[in-house]
């Protein structure tokens, strides 16, 4: 989970906690019997991340794109389909573990610089004390508590407002499945804030508002019917979805779809038109 808070991609973190046991296994027999295996471990993954970045185009979501941005640059970010573990999250943490695994938050996190996004990742959701944090990232305490303060300030400025309570969203949850399942429009976009965004890596294209989501809707996927089936991905509410394929008789995988929701409405909506990944978030290739 360290290294997909950092990349902000399920398959490069895959590959960076590979490429980190194995560092980690060839060097164990040089590490001191007092070290602190936990710092020590993390100061593997975080620079080997830090590698990657350097390397790598920064992942982003389409409502994240700067105007201009050259298309062949941009790189998707990832949904991440496990749960965060508690013992990931030390006891100096300042966000809890559901929401710093949120998507919201992994985005914010990709538009930090690298040093402040290990950073923050390291003081701020990991726990680390100042001096370890310092350590890990071959910086003075003064040089980190630096580099955090601007990434708290970031981080500050563009965190969303938190989710509702859990039955309340799935309270939303289930209205919005029904909307969908039914064809109606009306319902879809009740659900919504004024100031809702709807989004479909990697499509580039995002639409910002009730009215924009609406003629979209209805310009192109509610002219199919379609099946919504309810999981979990990111610490969130996710849906596998599933439109109707008069070939095969059947609903075919379409997208995973994430959903944030706030006083009781949908505030954003990202649609992750990947349907080849639904597997890894316990969803079917078809919905009968």
Do not use: K
């Amino acid at each position: 989970m360290h290294c997909y808070r950092m990349l902000g991609s399920f398959q490069d973190a895959e590959d960076a906690v590979q490429e980190t046991l194995v560092r980690a296994w060839s060097a164990i027999d040089g590490l001191a019997p007092d070290s602190n295996l936990r710092a020590w471990l993390y100061r593997i993954a975080t620079n080997r991340c830090l590698t990657l970045i350097q390397r790598r185009r920064r992942r982003e979501l389409p409502v994240d794109l700067s105007p201009g941005a050259p298309l062949e640059e941009v790189e998707w970010l990832e949904p991440y389909p496990t749960i965060a573990a508690q013992g990931d999250i030390g006891p100096a943490a300042r966000y809890e573990s559901t929401e710093a695994m949120q998507l919201a938050f992994i985005a914010l996190l990709q538009n930090l610089p690298a040093r402040q996004r290990a950073a923050l990742v390291l003081r701020d959701v990991l726990g680390f004390p100042a001096a370890d944090a310092a350590d890990i990232l071959d910086l003075s305490v003064p040089a980190l508590n630096s580099t955090l303060q601007r990434a708290r300030a970031t981080a500050g400025q563009r965190l969303p407002r938190p989710d509702d309570a859990e039955a309340d969203v799935a309270r939303v949850a289930e209205l919005y499945v029904r909307a969908w399942e039914e064809g109606d429009v009306d319902a879809i976009v009740a659900l919504l804030s004024r100031d809702a965004r709807y989004s479909m890596p990697p499509v580039p294209q995002w639409f910002s508002g009730r009215d924009d989501i609406r003629a979209f809707l209805l310009d192109a996927p509610l002219r199919h019917r379609w099946r919504f089936l309810t999981g979990r991905a990111n610490e969130q509410v996710a849906f596998g979805t599933y439109a109707w394929d008069a070939r095969y008789g059947t609903f075919v995988a379409v997208s995973l779809d994430l959903i944030r929701v706030h006083s009781g409405q949908i505030t954003e909506v990202v649609s992750f038109l990947t349907p080849e990944v639904l597997g890894r978030f316990g969803f079917p290739a078809e919905a009968a």
